[in-house]
């Protein structure tokens, strides 16, 4: 994975102890098969492209904290898939928005305005 410097202001849980968000994500149980559920659930064809951005969101939430917004999600998954294609290549496996559906596929709490209609998109 890429390392990537956190800005402190920019997450929420950024404070708290990597141990207690690992804890957190060990007490889930979290598998392949529960995302696939999930997905089939919400009319995604599930793949293994879904499956490494679920991981690679689950490994940003352990190292990083839960985002005070989308944004700093989406930016991250962003430069992380850019050569695939960046925003566009995440549009096309999760057409409800990346980080609104990828984190409910990846069962991690949603960032803060994930969804702004007044925005006019979706995160």
């Given at each position: 994975?890429?390392?990537?410097q956190?800005?402190?202001?920019?997450?929420?849980?950024?404070?708290?102890?990597?141990?207690?968000?690992?804890?957190?994500?060990?007490?889930?149980?979290?598998?392949?098969?529960?995302?696939?559920?999930?997905?089939?659930?919400?009319?995604?064809?599930?793949?293994d492209?879904?499956?490494?951005?679920?991981?690679?969101?689950?490994?940003?939430?352990?190292?990083?904290?839960?985002?005070?917004?989308?944004?700093?999600?989406?930016?991250?998954?962003?430069?992380?898939?850019?050569?695939?294609?960046?925003?566009?290549?995440?549009?096309?496996?999760?057409?409800?928005?990346?980080?609104?559906?990828?984190?409910?596929?990846?069962?991690?709490?949603?960032?803060?305005?994930?969804?702004?209609?007044?925005?006019?998109?979706?995160?």
């Open positions: 994975m890429n390392n990537q956190r800005v402190p202001y920019e997450t929420e849980t950024s404070r708290h102890d990597i141990g207690l968000r690992h804890t957190e994500l060990a007490d889930q149980h979290w598998d392949r098969g529960k995302s696939k559920a999930l997905a089939e659930a919400e009319g995604v064809a599930f793949n492209k879904h499956w490494e951005v679920i991981v690679f969101m689950r490994k940003y939430y352990l190292e990083h904290g839960l985002p005070i917004s989308a944004r700093t999600t989406a930016r991250a998954l962003n430069r992380y898939f850019t050569n695939r294609g960046g925003s566009g290549y995440l549009r096309r496996l999760f057409s409800e928005g990346p980080v609104s559906q990828g984190s409910r596929l990846a069962n991690l709490r949603t960032p803060a305005s994930a969804t702004d209609s007044s925005f006019g998109t979706i995160y």
